[in-house]
Nanobody
Framework: QVQLVESGGGLVQAGGSLRLSCAASGRTFSRYTMGWFRQAPGKEREFVAAISWSGGSTNYADSVKGRFTVSGDNAKNTVWLQMNSLKPEDTAAYYC?????????????????WGQGTQVTVSS
C-alpha cells in the first residue's frame, strides 16, 4: 500500500521554526518528485516547495523563499520541510504529495499521491 505520512506540525510563535517530515512507503520513489502544499481555512490549496528525488532539483513559492528549505533522503524515503522565521500567515494544514517525474512542478493537479496533512499554527 502506497502511503505518505506527514509529521512535525504544531503550534509555534511567530519567528519560530518547525520541521515537517514526510515518510513515503509502498513503492520506489527514486523517479518521483515530492511536493509540499498547504491549505488554510477558506482558501485554495497552494504550492509551498518541491524536490525531485533524483538529482535534487528544488522549487519554492515566492512567499517562502529564504525561509523554508526542502530536502530528502533516498535511503530513508523521507522528505523534510524546514520552516524558519514562521509568520502567522503560514498557518495552514500542510500536505506532502508525490508525482511521477523529475520536474518539481508547483501545480497540485500534477501530483497523484497525497498524505493526510499536518497542522501548523503560528501565533502572533
Amino acid at each position: 500500500q502506497v502511503q505518505l505520512v506527514e509529521s512535525g506540525g504544531g503550534l509555534v510563535q511567530a519567528g519560530g521554526s518547525l520541521r515537517l517530515s514526510c515518510a513515503a512507503s509502498g513503492r520506489t520513489f527514486s523517479r518521483y518528485t515530492m511536493g509540499w502544499f498547504r491549505q488554510a481555512p477558506g482558501k485554495e490549496r497552494e504550492f509551498v516547495a518541491a524536490i525531485s528525488w533524483s538529482g535534487g532539483s528544488t522549487n519554492y513559492a515566492d512567499s517562502v523563499k529564504g525561509r523554508f528549505t526542502v530536502s530528502g533522503d533516498n535511503a530513508k524515503n523521507t522528505v523534510w520541510l524546514q520552516m524558519n522565521s514562521l509568520k502567522p500567515e503560514d498557518t495552514a494544514a500542510y500536505y506532502c504529495a508525490a508525482r511521477l517525474g523529475l520536474r518539481p512542478h508547483s501545480t497540485p493537479d500534477e501530483y497523484t499521491l497525497w498524505g493526510q496533512g499536518t497542522q501548523v499554527t503560528v501565533s502572533s
